[in-house]
């Protein structure tokens, strides 16, 4: 039978070796080859300032941290993001705000923020889910009207654009995750970038127990280990350089299935701008028939796979509210296989069983 993954990435002989390289060269803690990685993105990104760290949870939490964001704040969230978004918020101290998506896309509703801000609302969160951009030049005033922090996270974002720029470089900070199931990935691996290098200093120490400078360490201020590692940074250079090759594939594989699907009523893309310059990671799609079609997907062995549920269903982040746009992604939402080393022929044999789904 067939058996299709829903997500295909690939590490290969250059990893292999740059690791071997490592280990050789007894880089095993955090030095040169992380500064390197650094180095790397911040070129790519156009951004001054970069700091590896263990995920993208990780890079989310310090970003808020040196923000200063914590007990008896209020952070808006949100209410559809991976829950780590709100769990940064919440480990930080602050209670998590959510607010629903668009009616048309995931994203959320930047016209919905100002009625859930509060005298003590002191950031914002947006998500660019699935590389799409949340309208920054609507945001980032409201913002600053509100004298709010706007730490985006652009986990889901690596290498797409918003007229012209850097998701993730917009803001006060941006966050960013190298898991598994992302473009260029370091299997867990995550990194903040930001203008300001006062913040940068803060993130450097907040990674090492408020050092700075590891050949001068004075412990200047509240920090964690949050370090990263020599190894993985070897697999990182690797794959960040692959970058531009992987949004060509993914990009790719969501035009084929796009096209492959035109002509069927019953399932439809999410709307993704990719001549804007947006990366569609994942293949997400709608359907009313969802339930029905991925469990005949998966019957015919292609995996199933929805996007995570929307974050008012967990009680702990205590949220009250209707959220009817979020509500509908998660009955009809999903996501195809994908990934930057899914084959494309993947793309006819899934589309094939989806027509004959729909048109037996
Ligand atoms: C939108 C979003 N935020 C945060 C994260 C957390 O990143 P990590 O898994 O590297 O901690 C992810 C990871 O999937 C994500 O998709």
Same mark, same amino acid.
């Given at each position: ?51 590896? *760290?263990? @995920?993208? @949870? ?42 629903? *998506? ?11 923020? #100002? ?19 949340? !309208? ?18 652009? *986990?889901?974002?690596?290498?797409? +654009? &918003? ?23 370091? /299997? ?11 913040? $940068? ?12 400078? !590891?050949?001068?360490? #004075? $412990? ?24 531009? +090759?992987?949004? +060509? ?7 084929? $299935? ?23 990671? &994942? ?12 469990? &005949? ?12 549920? /929307? ?50």
């Amino acid at each position: 039978m067939t058996h299709i993954n829903w997500w295909q990435t690939s590490l290969n002989d250059t990893e292999i070796h740059a690791v071997a390289g490592a280990i050789r060269d007894k880089r095993i803690g955090m030095g040169p080859l992380t500064e390197a990685l650094e180095g790397d993105i911040c070129k790519a990104l156009n951004v001054p300032h970069a700091v590896m *760290c263990p @995920s993208g @949870s990780i890079a989310l939490f310090m970003a808020l941290m040196v923000h200063g964001i914590g007990p008896g704040d209020e952070v808006i969230v949100p209410n559809r993001t991976f829950i780590a978004t709100a769990h940064a918020a919440r480990l930080a101290g602050a209670r998590v705000v959510l607010v629903d *998506c668009n009616a048309h896309n995931t994203n959320l509703d930047v016209d919905r923020i #100002e009625e859930k801000i509060t005298a003590r609302t002191r950031a914002i969160m947006p998500v660019h889910l699935n590389g799409r951009a949340v !309208p920054m030049d609507h945001l980032m005033p409201l913002a600053r009207h509100h004298n709010l922090i706007v730490i985006e996270d652009a *986990c889901q974002a690596v290498f797409s +654009q &918003y007229k012209g720029k850097m998701l993730g470089t917009l803001s006060h900070a941006g966050c960013f995750s190298l898991g598994l199931a992302k473009l260029v990935t370091t /299997g867990l691996g995550g990194f903040t970038v930001c203008h300001d290098r006062k913040i $940068y200093e803060k993130l450097v120490r907040f990674r090492n127990h408020g050092v700075l400078d !590891p050949n001068q360490p #004075e $412990y200047q201020s509240l920090g964690f280990n949050f370090k990263f590692s020599d190894i993985t940074a070897a697999i990182g250079r690797v794959q960040w350089a692959l970058g531009s +090759q992987r949004v +060509q594939h993914v990009t790719r594989i969501h035009q084929s $299935y796009v096209t492959a699907l035109s002509g069927i009523d019953g399932i439809h893309p999410i709307p993704i701008d990719i001549q804007g310059g947006e990366v569609p990671l &994942y293949a997400e799609f709608i359907s009313p028939h969802r339930d029905l079609l991925v469990n &005949y997907l998966q019957d015919q062995g292609i995996t199933k796979h929805l996007l995570p549920p /929307g974050l008012h269903q967990s009680s702990h982040l205590e949220n009250s509210g209707i959220f009817p746009h979020s509500d509908r992604f998660d009955r009809e939402a999903f996501i195809l296989p994908c990934g930057p080393s899914q084959p494309l022929e993947t793309v006819s044999i899934v589309a094939d069983r989806i027509k004959t789904f729909f048109q037996g």
